[in-house]
């Protein structure tokens, strides 16, 4: 019925009547619409993919103003004792079967997440805020469900003048496959 080439483009088998009418090239943003909007009502019925889907599940999971002490910095002086960081994160993960369930095995542990993140922090040095938040970026997609990691993490008093300076970053899973629905 469909399928794609290397581009993730869409081959669509459907009979004349059912094709839209002929879009004028001047639409081309009309067009790139309509092709999604028919690979969303293709692959809805029987596939789920996050990086076609982008924001088809907009569950999460959030854990806010986590404060953490850790060695970080470039500076001799910033490397001497272990400074306040404040980390913000963001899961994205299927909620729906906990919520239905009301079962705490269907659900992601956010406190084993936070445990873990606790742990990274604590044992390692870093150089750069970027360097960090990948690493708990990596840890969070480790657990089972968690489709995305969106990670923040701010240095209190880095700069003269602000109140904190930080990065944002967002990550996917690196493997990426076509689950079918049960």
Same mark, same amino acid.
């Given at each position: 019925? %469909?399928? %794609?080439?290397?581009?993730?483009?869409?081959?669509? !088998?459907?009979?004349?009547?059912?094709?839209?009418?002929?879009?004028?090239?001047?639409?081309?943003?009309?067009?790139?619409?309509?092709?999604?909007?028919?690979?969303?009502?293709?692959?809805?019925?029987?596939?789920?993919?996050?990086?076609?889907?982008?924001?088809?599940?907009? !569950?999460?999971?959030?854990?806010?103003?986590?404060?953490?002490?850790?060695?970080?910095?470039?500076?001799?002086?910033?490397?001497?004792?272990?400074?306040?960081?404040?980390?913000?994160?963001?899961?994205?993960?299927?909620?729906?079967? $906990?919520?239905?369930?009301? !079962?705490?095995?269907?659900?992601?542990?956010?406190?084993?997440? $936070?445990?873990?993140?606790?742990?990274?922090?604590?044992?390692?040095?870093?150089?750069?805020?970027?360097?960090?938040?990948?690493?708990?970026?990596?840890?969070?997609?480790?657990?089972?469900?968690?489709?995305?990691?969106?990670?923040?993490?701010?240095?209190?008093?880095?700069? *003269?003048?602000? *109140? #904190?300076?930080?990065?944002?970053? #967002? *990550?996917?899973?690196?493997?990426?496959?076509?689950?079918?629905?049960?």
């Amino acid at each position: 019925m %469909f399928e %794609f080439n290397d581009r993730f483009e869409l081959f669509l !088998d459907i009979p004349p009547f059912h094709q839209p009418p002929a879009v004028p090239p001047a639409a081309t943003a009309h067009r790139a619409t309509l092709k999604r909007l028919i690979l969303s009502r293709i692959l809805h019925q029987n596939y789920s993919h996050p990086m076609i889907f982008r924001n088809n599940n907009r !569950d999460r999971i959030h854990i806010c103003d986590l404060r953490l002490r850790t060695f970080i910095g470039i500076h001799p002086r910033e490397r001497q004792k272990k400074q306040p960081i404040l980390v913000n994160i963001v899961l994205h993960a299927g909620l729906r079967k $906990a919520g239905k369930s009301d !079962d705490f095995r269907d659900a992601v542990d956010y406190q084993a997440v $936070a445990a873990r993140i606790r742990q990274i922090v604590e044992k390692f040095r870093f150089n750069l805020l970027e360097a960090l938040a990948e690493r708990i970026a990596e840890t969070c997609l480790e657990f089972e469900d968690v489709r995305q990691a969106d990670v923040r993490v701010d240095k209190p008093g880095a700069l *003269r003048h602000a *109140r #904190s300076a930080g990065v944002k970053i #967002s *990550r996917r899973p690196a493997k990426l496959t076509l689950r079918r629905r049960r």
